[in-house]
């Protein structure tokens, strides 16, 4: 673009690094610094191995468990999506791929609505065996948490492997059928091993998903299950303990880095094009009897997976269940908007009290400031990645760092570093928004860095030597050329920023709480008013949440993908 | 040995195959020749049991193989893109279906040892297949299918991916491999000259339908249809109208022809077609006493070695003709062609 392009790329990098340096290195290094030099202070007197070790040995358990039975709903439904085509796969699809974008709140608010105390299922046993408590603790168990994460990360398995499964060369697996093999000889001894690479890099992803996982956890799992994320949080916000909380997030970051640095590994495609398919590939009707029973089978599973929990959700945002105390079993079952029209009336009782409608206008401000700040910088990035420069090699890894960095780890680092004025929460709101866009931030350069890479340089070339200056060049065929994509990741950023709850839970202030925060707190509060309101919340984020994604899907370019 | 009887197969709501049949004998080698799209492919595809035809059966033997599955066969088949397992080395991919056989691992290691030196890649043995060129791969390929001793090979367009040069020296190799193996093959390509150096019959296939099948020398000499003589490139073709049907007489754009023999029965007034085959015309002013003589300007005169191409222009008409000596461009030629060599097809 210059005659010194080196030294532009240098100067695209200044803004982001500084911002990277400032608001991501400089928390992290106070974590280390807390954990590796204060170790004989005061924190550590109190201090036993098994503080770490048993959260540390239940992460790995979950996060293992999860992987296996995400991988078992997971496998079939990469294999339904690549192979075969039936009335509503399309709908199947998109409802598989929503998950991902859902935030964890609402997903353990959905999975509250139908497994918890107040949920479908035990107000349902209630009624109909006239029984005064819940017969069913399905809450506060390991299952719900496993059931969460397998709704949660199917929809990663259905992405990576059936994508890749579907570029597969079909003759592969002809040419061993004719060599002798079953059906199941082929697969195992050809198919298997060419989607090996994908299969364990969409696990490793799954796995370091649930093993990050926090909100789903904390809000699913109750006080006897802790992950080292829900165990960072415990030991910042009620314990106070900082230097465990430090020890738990340098522990977390290793493991995290180690697993990212594996998944990058088995990542590297490694047959080439001998594996892929040269045509086009095509879907197949569902022919024989078997094959039937399976897609019928598999469209049943995954909707009462994916449906039934949003679904309760929904309607239980919708519906009173109040027994009068008095009446033993006389439930009171009915429409209601209430929860609804409470979230927008102030009804002050305690002094924590936030008005519903304040945590939403909370929300979205943080949400619009994040989009600016994350779209800013993620462009600017995302054009210094693009150019060939020799220091480029060294500085993208400190830019897909943040996401190995889990948000809770984020938030202990900003409660350590900027916990007094002027960068102290209630002096300083663009904290949260700050956090939120080094979440965002490596989604903004991924979907933005191939965009730009595929705008050739003929075409700003062609169009200098048709008068343009370097700011119309930039408006004229970048913009129009990168419009798709900078939308894609603006709403991506909008609906992360949204429900995001991890560095959130440490940063709110407590009278301006944002709405995940807010259906966190009210849930955990007795009364169904509270609990309604909940629900209403979820069910809205909810919404929002959808609507992006199916935007998403609307706009993105094929083979654009998120992760 | 193989029989396929009256297959149909419909491709997206489309008609594909019409009822196709024809038989494979012991040792034969049978090329399957059509246009890309006429359906060749998919009646290996049937033969191999990967796909299921609307009707008709593929019968081994006299035994129905409607209910044995692909693997039970024991048909083996080379695929145009070869397909071999990227994910294992040569001598693994011989190897795959020794395997699947349950044979010892000394019994397999000497018969890919056999199977590499009859390619001639000994020293390949432990190479993965994806630095193969396009050549080795077929070699490689033509080996895997080969080694677990198949009832039936049947080959998908084996040399398509190939340059011309690489064909011609391995359609001569594959020749002298195939017969070797003394097992039946079914050989598909749409290249006729292809066809013509291998096959013992050619079955020709054109829009969904078998339109003839013998040897090559049958064919040559007695094409049925103007569409297997065009497509076989056999001569120039002439439409014309029969004006008087003893002596044959069809009226063309450059004058009146006589032809004594025609597969066909044609009446009075009948649209056909003529092949006038470029070897079989008559050149110079001795023969002008013969029938079915034309005058022509020579557009063009080509040499290809044992002959000269000659490019003639009979009033709007162009016509091929061979020629022992070459013609001045832009002269003026008498060229006939005997009625006995002409040959008719009605349409």
């Known amino acids: ?563 | 040995m193989l029989e396929v009887q009256n297959l149909t197969k419909d491709y997206e709501n489309k008609p594909l195959l019409k009822g196709v049949s024809f038989e494979v004998a012991k040792g034969e080698l049978v090329c399957l020749l059509g246009s890309s799209g006429s359906g060749k492919s998919t009646i290996l595809r049937i033969i191999a049991g990967l796909e299921e035809p609307e009707s008709g059966a593929v019968l081994w033997e006299g035994q129905d193989l409607r209910d044995v599955p692909t693997h039970k066969r024991g048909f083996g088949l080379m695929f145009q893109d070869y397909a071999l397992f990227p994910h294992k080395t040569i001598a693994q991919n011989i190897a795959f279906g020794l395997q699947l056989q349950g044979m010892k691992e000394e019994e397999i290691s000497r018969r890919v040892k056999d199977s590499l030196e009859s390619i001639r890649m000994q020293s390949f043995a432990d190479r993965p297949v994806t630095e193969l060129s396009g050549g080795e791969q077929q070699r490689v390929a033509l080996a895997r299918a080969l080694a677990p001793s198949p009832k039936l090979l049947m080959l998908d367009e084996p040399l398509g991916a190939l340059d011309h040069t690489l064909r011609t020296q391995l359609i001569l190799e594959l020749r002298a491999i195939l017969h070797q193996s003394q097992i039946p093959v079914i050989y598909v390509t749409h290249d006729r000259e292809e066809a013509f150096g291998l096959a013992d019959r050619l079955v020709i296939l054109h829009d969904g339908v078998i339109l003839q099948q013998g040897t090559p020398q049958e064919l040559f000499e007695q094409p049925q249809t103007a569409w297997v003589a065009e497509f076989l490139g056999l001569g120039n073709l002439v439409p014309g109208v029969v004006t008087q049907s003893k002596p044959l007489t069809i009226k063309t754009a450059f004058g009146e022809l006589k032809v004594d023999i025609q597969p066909h029965q044609f009446t009075l007034g009948q649209k056909c077609q003529l092949l006038l085959r470029p070897e079989d015309a008559l050149i110079g002013t001795q023969y002008s006493a013969r029938e079915n003589h034309v005058e022509c300007l020579v557009r063009d005169s080509l040499f290809m070695g044992e002959y000269h191409q000659l490019e003639l222009l009979c009033g709007e008409t162009m016509l091929f003709a061979r020629s022992q000596i070459p013609a001045k461009i832009g002269s003026r030629l008498e060229v006939s062609w005997p009625a006995e060599k002409i040959r008719g097809f009605p349409g």
Not at chain 1, 76 to 100: N, V, Y
Not at chain 1, 142 to 160: D, E, Q
Not at chain 1, 449 to 473: F, M
Request: glycine content about 6%; overall charge positive; hydrophobic content about 55%.
């Open chain 1, 1 to 563: 673009m210059t005659k010194r392009p080196a030294l532009l790329t240098l100067a695209l990098w200044l803004i982001p690094l500084a911002f990277l340096a400032f608001f991501f290195y400089q928390p992290l290094v106070a974590i280390f610094r807390l954990v590796f030099s204060e170790r004989f202070s005061q924190g550590w007197e109190l201090f036993a191995w098994s503080q770490v070790s048993k959260p540390l040995n239940f992460t790995f358990l979950q996060a293992f468990l999860s992987t296996i039975l995400t991988l078992v709903v997971g496998l079939p439904a990469a294999w339904l999506f690549a192979k075969f085509d039936f009335p509503g796969r399309k709908i199947l699809r998109t409802i598989s791929l929503l998950p991902f974008i859902l935030p964890t709140v609402v997903v353990a608010a959905a999975f509250n609505t139908l497994i918890g105390p107040q949920g479908w299922i035990n107000q349902a046993l209630m009624a109909l065996f006239n029984l005064s408590v819940p017969p069913l603790k399905l809450l506060n168990s390991l299952p719900a948490i496993l059931l969460a994460h397998v709704f949660y990360n199917t929809s990663i398995i259905v992405r990576i492997v059936s994508s890749s499964w579907s570029r597969l060369n079909p003759r592969l697996e002809h040419a061993a059928r004719l060599l002798g093999a079953t059906p199941w000889q082929a697969f195992t001894k050809v198919t298997l091993p060419l989607l090996l690479p994908s299969l364990l890099s969409a696990s490793l992803l799954v796995f370091l998903f649930d093993f990050t996982s926090f909100g789903v956890v904390l809000m699913l799992g109750g006080p006897q299950f802790s992950t080292i994320e829900v165990e960072i949080y415990n030991q910042a916000m009620n314990r106070f303990n900082l230097p465990v909380a430090g020890l738990l997030s340098v522990i977390q970051l290793g493991i995290t880095l180690l697993v990212t640095l594996l998944q990058n590994r088995v990542n590297t495609p490694r047959y080439g094009k001998a594996a892929l398919n040269p045509e086009k590939s095509a879907l197949s009707r569902p022919a024989r009897r078997w094959q039937k029973v399976f897609v019928v089978f598999m469209v049943i599973s995954l909707i009462l997976l994916f449906a039934v929990p949003v679904l309760s959700l929904i309607t239980r945002s919708f519906v009173t269940l109040e027994a009068d105390r008095g009446q033993r079993g006389e439930v009171m079952v009915g429409f209601t908007l209430r929860y609804y029209r409470e979230l927008f009336q102030n009804r002050s009782g305690s002094i924590f009290y936030v008005p519903p409608i304040q945590a939403i206008r909370n929300s979205l401000l943080y949400s619009g400031v994040t989009i600016l700040i994350a779209g800013l910088l993620g462009i600017l990035t995302a054009y210094a990645m693009a150019r060939r420069a020799r220091f480029n090699k060294f500085l993208e890894p400190l830019f897909m760092l943040p996401l190995g960095a889990s948000a809770v780890t984020l938030g202990l680092g900003f409660l350590l570093i900027f916990n007094r004025p002027p960068w102290a929460n209630s002096t300083f709101p663009l904290l949260i928004p700050i956090a939120h866009s080094l979440i965002a931030l490596p989604f903004v350069v991924r979907t933005m860095l191939p965009a730009i890479r595929s705008i050739p340089e003929s075409l700003r070339e062609a169009s200098r030597s048709l008068g343009a200056n370097p700011l119309q060049v930039l408006l004229k065929v970048d913009l129009p050329i990168l419009l798709r994509s900078l939308l894609v990741s603006l709403v991506f950023v909008f609906t992360i920023s949204l429900g995001e709850f991890g560095a959130s839970s440490f940063l709110s202030n407590p009278h301006a709480p944002t709405i995940p925060v807010a259906i966190y707190r009210y849930i955990s509060q007795p009364g169904a008013l509270n609990y309604g309101q909940a629900l209403a919340m979820s069910s809205l984020l909810l919404l929002v949440c959808g609507l992006g994604s199916l935007l998403i899907e609307k706009i993105r370019l094929p083979g654009e993908e998120l992760f």
